[in-house]
């Protein structure tokens, strides 16, 4: 990383080839959690998630049964002992005003 930061510097490497480098950086370091669970009451398959910008506290998703969730993920740690975490809102195709075919994607 030291030489990107160097070549940066001294002019002799793009921002976009060192963007990219440190992207492929960051992505080798994320790995799943195998021990945070969550309860979707989604029957349908998830097709996107977004993550809060403000707080990166809540969770949305969105589903293929026309279905809309929002986690806390900050309450893993004073409610999880084990349990998948409920969401703490759920709209489905029965809500009024509710999505009536599946959500492909989900923004706050």
């Known amino acids: 990383m030291e030489d990107y930061l160097l070549g940066r510097t001294l002019n002799l490497s793009s921002g976009l080839g060192w963007r990219k480098r440190l992207r492929q950086e960051r992505l080798k370091t994320l790995g799943l959690s195998q021990t945070r ?4 009451n989604q029957t349908g398959g998830i097709n996107s998630l977004a993550l809060d910008a403000t707080e990166q506290r809540y969770l949305l998703s969105g589903a293929s049964d026309s279905s809309v969730a929002i986690f806390d993920t900050q309450s893993l740690g004073r409610t999880y002992n084990g349990l998948p975490l409920d969401p703490v809102c759920l709209a ?3 809500t009024p005003g509710g999505h009536q075919y599946m959500v492909s994607s989900v923004a706050w």
């Open 37 to 40: 669970l969550f309860n979707t």
């Open 92 to 94: 489905g195709r029965s």
